[in-house]
Each structure stands twice: as C-alpha cells, then as structure tokens.
C-alpha cells in the first residue's frame, strides 16, 4: 500500500482564503481561472483551458489508459441585474439555484463595464421603523428583494448615468471566518473548499514524488451551478471521474462537517457501483472517516458528465458543510479527509483495467455486482401457471 502523504493544511487555509476573495459567480469566472492556473504552474502541473475557461489538467501515471478524471468547480452561486427600477435600485435574478432568503442583508458588488459598485441587498420592506410587523408577512422570493447602490441614485436616469445596465454581475461578499476550533464558515465554500482539498491533494503528491498508477486529470470546471459543469471537458479515454463537491449537513442527511462523503446518488440517479465502493474501501484502508450519503435535491459535474453522453465510471466525494447555498459553515477535518482521500485515489491502480477498451467489453471481462444466480433465487417461488390450473380443476 502506498503512503499518502499528509495535506498542508497551511497551505489549505491559504489558497482557500485568497480564492474566497476572488468574486466568481457563474459567467464571471475569469479571474478565478487564472488565480487557480498559477497554482498548477507553481506545482509544475501541465494544464490546457478550453474556450470557455475550464482547466484540464495531467499529473502523469505509469500508464496512460486508461485514465481517470477528479473535478471541482470554481463557479459560485451569485445574481445577476434583472432591472433597473424607477426608484434608482435593481431587480435581482439568481444565478444558481438559491433562495433569495440567504440574499437578504448581504453586502456585495455589482460589476459593470465602467467599474465596480458596493450595495446591499434588502428586502422591499427594509425598515421596522416604517413598516412594523408588515416586514415578517413579506414572502420569500427575488421578486421580494432589491439592491440598494451606494451612489447617488434615486431614479432610473441615476443608474443609467452610472453606468449600470441590466446583465451586470452582482457577487455576494464570501464573509470568512477560519476559528480555532477549526470551523470555516463563508459564503462560496461551495465549491472553493472542494478546490482547495484538492490543489493541496495535488502538491503533496507532486512533492512527494510518488507516480500515480496511471494518468489522471484535475478538471476546474466553471459552470456547474448551472448544471452543465464537466459536460464538455472530459478526455476521450476517461474511465472514472470523480466529482468533488459539497455534502449537506442536515436532518435527514448522514453527512458531518468532521468527516467525508460518498454520496451514493443524487438527483441524477445512483453512483458508479464499484467505483463508489473503490473509494469506501480507499477511505478504510487509509483510515479517513466516511459515510455514506444521497443527495435529493443536488447535481454534480459528475452527472453532468455522464447526461452529455461521456460512457464513465462516476463517484462523488464531497466535504461535509452546513447550511449549503446559504451562510455555509465547514470544518477543517473534512477538508484534510477529503485530501487525504483524493490522493489515495489519485495513487491507487484503476477499478477495471478491461475499462482501457470499452468497446472490447466482453462477458468474460466484465463486472460482477452480486453473481447472477444469487438474484434469481428466492425463498418465496412463483407459482407455475400448470400448478395453478390444475389446483383449480381438483377445487370443482
């Protein structure tokens, strides 16, 4: 078994805070992508970018096929400007899947093709001193909300002269806070906590020397919030793909913010059989805590992967966090498991190594899930028609 080396946890800490600070809501991912293509030209880490922006990076194997794919996603929830009002401020849309609930009182920055503007988010009732009890009947949508401007803009003309047009990015503030008791909570660790898991994964197998089993590629992906995320970035030969991204921490989830996830399905449907439980074993051999989780109401770059036709092997890892999309809130365990994980995986040979040519599968080669005769048996046998017939000739 192959020593994983340790996560630099410094380091961790450090690209996460820088990222945090970069405003990244999907369609306004630029600058990310060049904060995270320095990183990987610090590792010494070949990459391409695709027109778009997503980096497909190679740390190289022994061989290479087949290879196999680990993704995170550099996109951010976000809004974007909707309308600009009679009264000098904005409708919102979101951007993402959001609820405006976690908009209301936020600082944030509104981008436009002359500069930047800072504003706030209220709800369309702001003040109790106005509106008294009426504020706590208000519904909960973005049509409820507005962006208040810090400029001199009380009409529609105000805004025009500024500069600010409807299509104008708007990035919430991230609000990071990194405790001694290990917790981080932010906006946006979803999906920066996953990328920084996974730029640490990355040095600490660069620097340690170690040559993986076989190629694998680090995608940065920059439109999965939108759902069509890794759609377009995977390589021809990949045979596994492993989604990083968030776990929720809730009632009725088993994730914890102390440990890592493997989530069995989502929304999506079910994970990749074998490759999930390749990494279950992966995460008891090296001892990171795990546990076993599905995702209602959530899509990966995994999925996105297989929906646009990619014939892959997918999983999901994801760090545990409380109140995704919303004021999230991890902790440092997680983030150090999942790394730990990630280069396990990354040194550990492929599932099948049949995989290398699908269209060569065969019977003999192929997987085996539970063996074929021990599904059909039963202990409570179907009738045959015949004995049926005749029970019923013997009754008249």
């Not at 820088?18 to 992508?33: C, H, N, Q, R, Y």
């Not at 959001?98 to 503007?117: I, K, P, Q």
């Not at 440990?259 to 090296?286: F, I, K, W």
């Not at 040194?347 to 192929?366: C, H, M, T």
Request: charged share 20%; with cysteine; net charge negative.
């Amino acid at each position: 078994m192959k020593k994983v080396p340790e996560p630099d946890l410094v380091y961790l800490r450090r690209v996460l805070l820088e990222m945090l600070a970069i405003p990244s809501p999907t369609g306004f991912t630029d600058t990310i992508v060049r904060y995270v293509a320095e990183r990987l030209e610090e590792l010494g880490i070949p990459f391409e970018l695709t027109r778009r922006g997503t980096i497909r990076a190679t740390l190289k194997g022994k061989q290479n096929s087949p290879d196999r794919a680990v993704s995170t996603h550099l996109d951010t929830i976000g809004a974007i400007v909707r309308q600009v009002q009679d009264n000098g401020r904005l409708g919102l849309a979101p951007v993402g899947c959001w609820s405006s609930r976690f908009a209301e009182g936020s600082r944030v920055s509104v981008f436009t093709e002359t500069g930047v503007f800072r504003g706030s988010v209220l709800p369309l009732m702001a003040s109790g001193h106005a509106f008294n009890t009426a504020i706590d009947q208000m519904p909960i949508s973005w049509d409820h909300v507005e962006l208040r401007l810090d400029a001199y803009s009380s009409t529609r003309a105000d805004c025009e002269s500024l500069g600010i047009n409807v299509g104008d990015f708007v990035a919430f503030d991230p609000l990071p806070e990194f405790t001694e008791s290990g917790h981080i909570s932010a906006r946006h660790l979803d999906d920066k906590a996953g990328v920084a898991a996974l730029l640490t994964a990355l040095k600490g197998l660069v620097e340690s020397g170690i040559e993986p089993a076989i190629d694998c590629h680090p995608l940065f992906t920059i439109t999965e919030e939108v759902g069509s995320g890794a759609a377009g970035a995977l390589h021809w030969d990949v045979s596994e793909f492993v989604g990083i991204d968030i776990a929720p921490v809730a009632p009725g989830q088993q994730s914890s913010e102390h440990t890592v996830s493997v989530a069995m399905q989502d929304s999506g449907g079910p994970y990749d059989y074998h490759l999930s439980r390749h990494l279950l074993r992966l995460a008891e051999t090296h001892e990171v805590p795990v546990r076993r989780d599905l995702f209602r109401y959530y899509h990966s770059d995994a999925q996105s992967a297989v929906a646009a036709g990619h014939d892959t092997r997918t999983a999901l890892l994801a760090f545990g966090c409380d109140a995704t999309h919303g004021y999230e809130r991890t902790h440092i365990d997680s983030l150090a498991g999942l790394s730990r994980l990630l280069s396990a995986y990354i040194l550990s040979p492929p599932v099948f190594a049949s995989d290398a040519k699908p269209a060569n599968q065969s019977l003999d080669n192929f997987s085996h899930q539970i063996e074929h005769d021990a599904q059909m048996e039963s202990d409570t046998r179907v009738p045959t028609v015949d004995s049926l017939i005749n029970s019923r000739e013997n009754d008249t």
